[in-house]
């Protein structure tokens, strides 16, 4: 199942922004965090997807999602302005931010050239 994040789960899993000025991925395999809000109709689009997704891709990654509206220092931080707001971050390098609704091909497509990760 997909996973929600606080910021306090996020510095743990994904970046400690507080004791790092530098990107430095806390993970340990890639990973798309999805920023959403449930009053937006794009965001229950892609809900449904990013769980079948979890569900073909398995361990090869993780998915995460943040609540903009209780989360709006890790908002603020990434600079959301429009959501659903996407970052693929991979396990090296630097992540990448995609915004709207996707579709599944389209993070399929994702996940193969930014993530390095295929279905199983």
Not at 22 to 31: N, Q, T, V, Y
Not at 47 to 71: H, N, Q, V
Request: charged share 30%; with cysteine; aromatic share 12%.
């Amino acid at each position: 199942m997909v996973e929600h994040l606080t910021k306090e789960t996020f510095k743990e899993k994904v970046f400690d922004f507080e004791n790092n000025k530098d990107w430095k991925f806390e993970g340990s395999k890639p990973c798309l965090v999805d920023f959403y809000a449930d009053w937006c109709g794009p965001c229950k689009m892609v809900a449904p997807i990013l769980e079948e997704l979890k569900a073909e891709y398995g361990d090869a990654l993780d998915i995460y999602k943040i609540d903009t509206e209780k989360e709006q220092e890790l908002s603020a931080m990434f600079g959301i302005q429009s959501i659903p707001s996407l970052l693929f971050i991979p396990q090296d390098g630097q992540p990448q931010m995609a915004q709207g609704a996707l579709s599944k091909e389209n993070f399929k497509q994702a996940f193969a050239e930014v993530l390095k990760v295929e279905a199983k």
